[in-house]
C-alpha cells in the first residue's frame, strides 16, 4: 500500500484542493481516487489496496457516518478518516461507534493531515527485505535500458505489488524516455536531500508506468544534462531503502564511476554487464570487472550478457569475446538475440516486450534470464554462474 492510494469522499473544492496540497510532498493524491459518493468509494475498496479514506462529512454527518460503519467492518485493513468544519463531541463519539479512526477538522488540514495519515497507515520497511538488479553498461547502444526495463516486467510481481525500476542516467534519463514519463522529482532529488530516506519518500517520488511497473526516473526532463555528482554511500542508502519498498528493484546504471558502481554490486542479488561484441565494449567490459575487482568486490555477482546477438556474422565469436574478458571455463557469457524490429517497436510505444511483442525473441531470452534470477538464493557461493541464454 501507498498513500498515493488513499481515497478522498468530497464535493467541496476547497476541501479537495486542501488535500491534494496536503500530500503533494509526501503521497500525491491522485484525481482519480478522489470520489463523490460512498457508491463510488466501495466499488474502489473492492479491488483492494486502500490503505485510508478520507472523508468530507459536513453535508450530512450523521448520514455519512451511518454508512461508513459497514464498510469500516468489512474493510478492516483500511483506515476512514473523517473531515469536517466544526467537531461537536457528539460527532466524535458517533465517529468513533462506526468505527472512524480519526477525526480531523478541515483547517487543521495542511498542518495536520500528512501526520494523521503516517500514525494511522506505516509503511512497514525494512520487515521485509526486497532485491535489487544492478544493470551496468559497457557502452553506448547495448541496450543497458532496454534491458533494465523489459528485466522489471518479467521478474515475479503480484496486483499489489510493482516491481520498480531506477534510472540513475542523469544525461538521458532513458528509463523515463522509454517509457514516456516524467515528473519533478527523482533519484537525484533523494541523494541530493539531507537526512533519512524512508518508504513514504521512496513511493511518493516514484512514477507508475502499469499496475506491475513502477519507475523512479533520474530527475526531471527539463534538469537531464546538469552536472551530477555521486556519493557513493548515499546511493546504497537510497537502493537499501528501496529494497525496503519493493521487492524487485532493476537499476539502470549506465555511467556510474566504479565506486558507485561497487556499491550497487554490494547492495545487489544480482548484477548484469551487458555488452556488444566488439573490441570497445569488449575493453570496457574489462575495465568495470577490473575496477570492480581492485574494490574488494566479488565478481561471482556479476554476469556478462552478450546483446544484439546473432549466430552468423559476427566478426567476434562468443569463445573469442569470453577469452578476451578473461572468463574462466565454468563462466557463462549470456545471450540476448538480436531482435531489433521488436526492441524498436516497444521503444516507439513506450512499452515492455511483454506487452507488445511477447512473443519476440529477445523477450524470450529476458523471460529465461529473469527466472534465472528470480531462482538465485539470497546469497550464493562464489563461482555460481548464469545459465546461458
Known sequence: MALRDVLLLSNETSTVNAVTAAMSTNGQLSSENVF??????AARLERGGVPAVLLDIDDQPDGTLASIEPLARKYVDTKFIALAGVVRQELLFEAMHVGVRHVLLKSAVPEDLSGVLHRLCPVSIGSAQGNAITILSAGGGCGATTLAVNVAAELPVTPTEPNLVVDLDHSYGAVGTYLGLDG???????????????????????????????AMLSMSRRRLGDNAVLDAKRVGHVIDACKQTYLWNVIDAPRVSHDVAAELVRRSHATLLPLQLMIKDIQVARQI??????????????????????????????????????LKDEQTLGMLSNDFAAVTEAANLGKPLSQTSPRSDYRRDVQKLAGTLAALPKLFSVGRSLAAH
Do not use: C, M, W
Not at 184 to 212: C, K, M, N, V, W
Not at 310 to 323: H, M, N, P, Q, V
Open 36 to 41: 463523490h459518493n460512498l457508491a463510488q468509494v
Open 289 to 326: 570487472l577490473a575496477g570492480l575487482s581492485s574494490r574488494g568486490v566479488n565478481l561471482a555477482r556479476v554476469f556478462l550478457i552478450a546483446t544484439r546477438y546473432r549466430k552468423r556474422g559476427l566478426t567476434i565469436s562468443l569463445d573469442e569475446a569470453k577469452r578476451a574478458l578473461g
Open 184 to 214: 519533478d522529482y527523482g533519484a537525484f532529488d533523494l541523494f541530493s536531500r539531507p537526512g533519512e530516506i524512508d518508504g513514504q519518500l521512496i513511493q511518493s517520488t516514484t512514477l507508475s508506468s502499469s499496475t506491475t511497473l513502477h
